[in-house]
């Protein structure tokens, strides 16, 4: 087999940091199908298509690379309501401005692996790392609403509950099977809104 031939002939022609997103893109994969404990450096590796041995090389742990998976998925969060905050008119007494607060999940379900680590991340938390990073995870997306918006805690506290309960609605895949559960229809159509076509586009993909 010549060397253009060869099982690994792009990540071979890579740099360190060109590897280092390779492996995370392939470890929010596979973090969001097995979660922390049912997934492995050697699946991680697999999803790659590079070897274990370099995986642990460059992250050691497991736990490093599912905390680094985990911190930008949060930060994800936070960039997505900048990103909406930073175009509207802030006021957190009109239920308009949190209703457009709330399509960043819209653009979030694209991606269903980044919420999938982040419910993950948390019910991760009997990890004493992993727990104290969901900890600080959360106390930070709370934190920067209020800071942000001028809510209170009250509404911050609302618009975190809505925003984990979609979370849970994808986890469980609710958007692909509304058609088997009336019930669950209703309760998918009344949290996710306009975000239940772009989540049942997402999980069909």
Request: charged share 25%; glycine share 8%.
């Amino acid at each position: 087999m010549s060397r253009s031939e060869s099982s690994e002939p792009t990540t071979t022609r890579m740099n360190a940091a060109d590897r280092r997103e390779l492996i995370l893109a392939a470890a929010s994969r596979a973090f969001a199908r097995g979660g922390y404990a049912g997934t492995s450096t050697d699946a991680v590796a697999k999803e790659a298509s590079i070897s274990q041995p370099y995986v642990v090389r460059m992250f050691g742990t497991k736990a490093e690379l599912f905390r680094e998976v985990f911190a930008r998925a949060i930060g994800a969060i936070t960039a997505a309501f900048d990103r909406v905050l930073d175009d509207v008119v802030v006021d957190p007494e009109d239920e308009e401005f949190w209703d457009k607060l709330g399509s960043a999940y819209g653009h979030l379900v694209e991606d269903r692996d980044l919420l999938l680590v982040m419910m993950h991340g948390f019910s991760a938390g009997s990890v004493p790392e992993i727990g104290a990073q969901a900890r600080d995870g959360m106390s930070g997306i709370y934190r920067h609403l209020r800071e942000r918006t001028g809510c209170t805690p009250e509404q911050a506290r609302e618009f975190i509950a809505h925003g984990m309960l979609i979370n849970v609605l994808l986890s469980m895949q609710a958007p692909e099977h509304v058609g088997e559960n009336p019930d669950l229809e209703e309760l998918s159509s009344c949290v996710l809104g306009t975000v239940l076509d772009d989540a049942t586009r997402s999980g069909a993909n």
